[in-house]
C-alpha cells in the first residue's frame, strides 16, 4: 500500500489531532499545578528546608546503609558549620551584600535574617553528612582520590584569580578568600583524605541547587534574597550569582571536614 494512500493520509491526521490534543492537555495541567504550587513556593527558604529534612530522613530508612552510624560526628559538623553559615550571613547582611524581602519570608525573624534562612544553615550540613555517608556506604571505592588534589588545585587557581581581577566585589573576594583558605588547609595541612568524596557529593549538591533554581524561575518564584549585584561578579548562573555556587561548596567541606575530624576522634576511624 502507498504511503501516499487516502488512509495513510488519515491516519496521520489523526495522530497528528490526538498529539494537539495531548500538547494542549499537558499545557492545561502545568497552568493548573503552577497555579496551586505557585503561593506556596513564595517562600522559598522553607520549602528548601523542607527537600533537605525529606532526603535526610529518606536515607535514614535505608536499611542497607547506616547512615547514623557515627552520630556523634555528627553533631559538631552540622552546629559548628551552621553557626559559621550564620555568622557569615549576617556579616554580608549588615555590609548590604545582600538583603531579605520580608513579603517573600516568615515574619519571625533571627536578628537580621528570616528563621527559615537561619535554619537552613543547619538543615543543608545535616543533609550533606546524611548523603555524604549513603554516597560512601552505597560505593565504597576510592580509586579516583588520586585525580582530587589536581581538582582542587584548578580550584585555589581560580581563587587566587578571582581575588585579584574582581579585589573591588565585597560578594566575590570573601566567597572565594574562605574557599582558597579552607582547601588550601583541608588539601596540605590535613592528613586525611575525603577529598573524592567531597566532590562526589558536591555535584549531588549542585545538582539539587541548579535543579530548584530552574523550579523558581518555571514558577516565576522570587528568591526571598534580594543581592546587591554592585558586590558581586555580576555573573548570574540560572537564578543566583555565581559565587553562592561556591558558597555551597564551602559550606559543604567544612561539614565533612568536621564530620571526618570528630568521627577520627570518637570512634579512632578516618
Same mark, same amino acid.
Given at each position: 500500500?502507498s504511503?501516499?494512500?487516502?488512509?495513510?493520509?488519515l491516519?496521520?491526521?489523526?495522530?497528528?489531532?490526538?498529539?494537539a490534543?495531548?500538547?494542549?492537555?499537558?499545557?492545561?495541567?502545568?497552568?493548573?499545578?503552577?497555579?496551586?504550587l505557585?503561593?506556596h513556593?513564595?517562600?522559598?527558604?522553607?520549602?528548601?528546608?523542607?527537600?533537605?529534612?525529606?532526603?535526610?530522613?529518606?536515607?535514614y530508612?535505608?536499611?542497607?546503609?547506616?547512615?547514623?552510624?557515627?552520630?556523634?560526628?555528627?553533631?559538631?559538623?552540622?552546629?559548628?558549620?551552621?553557626?559559621?553559615?550564620?555568622?557569615?550571613?549576617?556579616?554580608?547582611?549588615?555590609?548590604k551584600?545582600?538583603?531579605y524581602?520580608?513579603?517573600?519570608?516568615?515574619?519571625?525573624? +533571627?536578628?537580621?535574617?528570616?528563621?527559615?534562612?537561619?535554619? *537552613?544553615?543547619?538543615? #543543608?550540613p545535616l !543533609?550533606?553528612? %546524611? @548523603?555524604? /555517608?549513603?554516597?560512601?556506604g552505597?560505593?565504597?571505592?576510592n580509586?579516583?582520590?588520586?585525580?582530587s588534589?589536581?581538582?582542587?588545585n584548578?580550584?585555589?587557581?581560580?581563587?587566587?584569580?578571582?581575588?585579584?581581577?574582581?579585589?573591588?566585589?565585597?560578594?566575590a573576594v570573601?566567597?572565594?578568600?574562605?574557599l582558597?583558605?579552607?582547601?588550601?588547609?583541608?588539601?596540605?595541612?590535613?592528613?586525611?583524605?575525603?577529598?573524592?568524596?567531597?566532590?562526589?557529593t558536591?555535584?549531588v +549538591?549542585?545538582?539539587?541547587?541548579?535543579?530548584?533554581?530552574? *523550579?523558581?524561575?518555571l #514558577?516565576?518564584? !522570587?528568591?526571598? %534574597? @534580594?543581592y /546587591?549585584?554592585?558586590?558581586?561578579?555580576?555573573?548570574?548562573?540560572?537564578?543566583?550569582?555565581?559565587?553562592?555556587?561556591?558558597?555551597?561548596?564551602?559550606?559543604?567541606?567544612?561539614?565533612?571536614?568536621?564530620?571526618?575530624?570528630?568521627?577520627?576522634?570518637?570512634?579512632?576511624?578516618?
Open positions: 500500500m504511503i501516499f494512500s487516502p488512509k495513510s493520509s491516519s496521520r491526521c489523526r495522530f497528528l489531532s490526538v498529539l490534543q495531548a500538547k494542549a492537555f499537558l499545557f492545561y495541567l502545568w497552568r493548573y499545578f503552577k497555579k496551586i505557585q503561593p513556593l513564595m517562600n522559598n527558604s522553607l520549602l528548601l528546608n523542607l527537600i533537605l529534612l525529606f532526603i535526610s530522613i529518606l536515607l530508612f535505608d536499611q542497607k546503609v547506616h547512615v547514623f552510624k557515627a552520630w556523634k560526628a555528627y553533631l559538631p559538623g552540622v552546629i559548628i558549620t551552621g553557626i559559621a553559615a550564620v555568622f557569615v550571613k549576617l556579616t554580608l547582611t549588615r555590609y551584600v545582600n538583603s524581602d520580608q513579603l517573600k519570608g516568615s515574619d519571625v525573624s +533571627f536578628f537580621e535574617i528570616p528563621m527559615e534562612s537561619a535554619l *537552613l544553615c543547619f538543615t #543543608l !543533609a550533606v553528612l %546524611v @548523603v555524604y /555517608n549513603y554516597l560512601n552505597r560505593f565504597p571505592k580509586e579516583l582520590e588520586k585525580y588534589l589536581a581538582l582542587s584548578i580550584l585555589l587557581g581560580l581563587s587566587v584569580a578571582v581575588i585579584f581581577f574582581a579585589y573591588t566585589k565585597a560578594y570573601v566567597t572565594f578568600s574562605l582558597l583558605l579552607l582547601l588550601f588547609y583541608v588539601e596540605y595541612v590535613n592528613k586525611d583524605r575525603f577529598m573524592y568524596r567531597f566532590y562526589r558536591y555535584s +549538591f549542585i545538582v539539587l541547587f541548579a535543579v530548584f533554581q530552574v *523550579l523558581q524561575l #514558577l516565576d518564584s !522570587a528568591d526571598a %534574597v @534580594v /546587591n549585584f554592585d558586590y558581586t561578579m555580576k555573573f548570574k548562573l540560572i537564578a543566583v550569582p555565581f559565587e553562592n555556587y561556591f558558597l555551597l561548596g564551602i559550606i559543604i567541606l567544612s561539614a565533612i571536614y568536621l564530620f571526618e575530624y570528630f568521627k577520627r576522634r570518637y570512634y579512632g576511624t578516618a
